[in-house]
């Protein structure tokens, strides 16, 4: 199993340009999420899903949008990037009896 | 609202020593508790958890309590050594709530931990 993926690992955005960061799991989780996590900070929850077709808003959703059309995949897209959206993204999936898994992170930079 | 802090945002300790890292929780209704540990440019690793049924669960070299009366958790890390040097959260979940609830991880600050040779 390759656990939880994103793609990509890196990225430089400009202001007002659009991106989705894709996350992928492998282990039939039913719970996803997305967190920002910026210097010196704590994980900081951006969206979750509890399934297929269930999406909810996190601590910090704005500027963010998800949707969840399979199992397998959780991507998160960024509407219109700002420079405080700049921070080290991760994603995390789960079972309702189990740890989170998280995948490596996706570092942005918005300019 | 819900939220999961810590008392002490950084920990320095000698090789050898024990380590013990806190973090408060207000909501009431988490029953499934989990520390992770970050180490430097990756992702969160599961370390060891706990369900609100227990006080005390052991793992290797670590061990987590937990006080529901004072909605408070901790890790003792025995006879620290240099790799375990890394930030450490705490994570709650409330696994009985209803709506989407029970699928929101929520983590707390984060304690970094350095381990002095």
């Excluded at chain 2, 987590?64 to 901790?74: D, Q």
């Amino acid at each position: 199993n390759a656990g939880v993926t994103q793609t990509p690992k890196f990225q430089v955005l400009k202001t007002g340009q659009s991106m989705t960061l894709q996350c992928a799991q492998d282990m039939n989780h039913e719970y996803m999420s997305w967190y920002r996590q910026d210097p010196g900070m704590g994980l900081r929850l951006i969206h979750y899903s509890v399934g297929a077709g269930i999406t909810d808003q996190g601590e910090v959703p704005n500027g963010y949008n998800v949707s969840r059309s399979t199992t397998e995949d959780f991507p998160l897209r960024l509407l219109s990037a700002a420079p405080s959206q700049t921070s080290v993204y991760f994603c995390a999936s789960f079972d309702r009896n189990t740890e989170a898994f998280f995948g490596q992170g996706t570092r942005l930079t918005v300019v | 609202g819900e939220s999961v802090g810590l008392h002490l945002p950084t920990l320095s300790v000698q090789e050898g020593d024990n380590s013990i890292i806190n973090c408060a929780y207000s909501n009431s209704a988490s029953d499934y508790f989990i520390w992770y540990k970050q180490e430097s440019g990756k992702g969160p690793q599961f370390i060891i958890d706990i369900r609100s049924n227990m006080d005390k669960r052991q793992g290797q070299r670590v061990t987590v309590l937990l006080n529901k009366t004072v909605k408070h958790l901790s890790l003792q890390i025995a006879a620290t050594q240099p790799g375990d040097s890394a930030v450490y959260f705490c994570a709650e979940r409330s696994q009985g709530a209803g709506g989407t609830s029970y699928g929101k991880l929520t983590f707390g600050q984060g304690t970094i931990l350095t381990v002095h040779p």
